[in-house]
């Protein structure tokens, strides 16, 4: 079974400095994704940014890029000019794809505040 | 906009109730899923289905059954709460085979049981 750990339970920074939130992983696939999904205070989940395993290109979306780094089975979401509107959980995720139902096997979360 | 809608945000239930939670999504989606949600431990899968009549179970289904009647209706139900089944609960859905570009979840449902 895959475990996915994130091991800052909670994290905060200055308004438009930068973050980077850690997530590892345990797996023995070769072809998987990884996601980071936000959670605001509104409690709708959001994705943020995901990454298929067999790129090496690390994904990037506006202010939010990640490291993947494979071998050390690590993925970390690093958020540029964090703006008070990023203050939310954030969720490292994994799936299989082969998996039936493709099922998210989730972190414990980081909780991140962003300071005025 | 595309939608998974939970029937209710907050809900408390005395213990040794029958309890549903309802999810509808408006998708076509053929996977639904549904997770428990609690501080530290993050979002644990309880069952999930991945077509009408179908559902599997996932880490933490003791306590839990679910029914799938409907491509676009997933209910969660506990067949006799109790005080430890207190939770945020997710209700989730996703396109199969492509469900690697992601879940759309609902807002919740927090549930306390006295």
């Known amino acids: 079974a895959q475990t996915v750990t994130q091991s800052q339970p909670e994290m905060s920074v200055q308004e438009a400095e930068t973050v980077t939130l850690s997530c590892t992983y345990d797996?023995?696939?070769?072809?998987?994704?990884l996601f980071w999904y936000k959670q605001p205070p509104s409690r709708q989940m959001i994705l943020v940014i995901r990454q298929e395993a067999y790129k090496q290109q690390n994904a990037t979306e506006n202010r939010f890029s990640v490291n993947f780094q494979k071998a050390a089975k690590s993925f970390s979401l690093k958020i540029s000019d964090s703006q008070l509107g990023d203050t939310a959980m954030y969720f490292c995720?994994?799936?299989?794809?082969?998996?039936?139902?493709?099922?998210?096997?989730f972190g414990g979360g980081t909780r991140l505040m962003v300071k005025p | 906009d595309v939608k998974v809608t939970q029937s209710s945000r907050y809900l408390v239930k005395r213990t040794g109730e029958k309890v549903f939670l309802e999810c509808v999504q408006d998708m076509d989606h053929e996977n639904m899923f549904w997770y428990r949600q609690d501080p530290g431990l993050g979002l644990r899968l309880i069952y999930f289905?991945?077509?009408?009549?179908?559902?599997e179970k996932g880490d933490i289904p003791e306590g839990y059954s679910v029914s799938r009647e409907k491509k676009e209706r997933f209910s969660l139900i506990l067949e006799s709460a109790s005080t430890n089944q207190t939770s945020m609960y997710l209700c989730?859905?996703?396109?199969?085979?492509?469900?690697?570009?992601?879940?759309?979840f609902g807002s919740g449902t927090r549930l306390t049981v006295v």
């Open positions: 797996t023995s696939e070769n072809n998987y994704y």
């Open positions: 995720a994994f799936m299989k794809p082969a998996d039936a139902g493709n099922m998210l096997t």
């Open positions: 289905s991945y077509d009408v009549k179908m559902k």
């Open positions: 989730a859905s996703s396109l199969f085979p492509r469900a690697h570009y992601g879940y759309t």
